[in-house]
């Protein structure tokens, strides 16, 4: 599943991957596969990003059931 709540944060921070994937110490294919939800970070790496975007755990990264 995309993680459209990561990439509009990005966007409202006005952070391309590349700036986002330099503060949190990945590359940004990594940031780009988060957000095309082919890949799941690590909680560190989660945390990392929501510190980043100024964002709660929940606020990107938990899934609300249907």
């Known amino acids: 599943m995309k993680n459209i709540r990561l990439k ?3 966007v409202e921070k006005d952070l ?3 700036e986002l994937a330099q503060l949190v110490g ?3 294919q990594t ?3 988060i957000e095309l939800g082919k890949y799941n970070p ?3 790496l989660c945390v990392a990003i929501c510190k980043a975007l ?3 755990l929940n ?3 938990w899934e609300e059931s249907p």
């Open 8 to 10: 509009l944060a990005r």
């Open 16 to 18: 391309s991957q590349e």
């Open 26 to 28: 990945v590359s940004r």
């Open 31 to 33: 940031i780009g596969l």
């Open 42 to 44: 690590s909680l560190s």
């Open 54 to 56: 100024s964002k709660t």
């Open 59 to 61: 606020d990107l990264f």
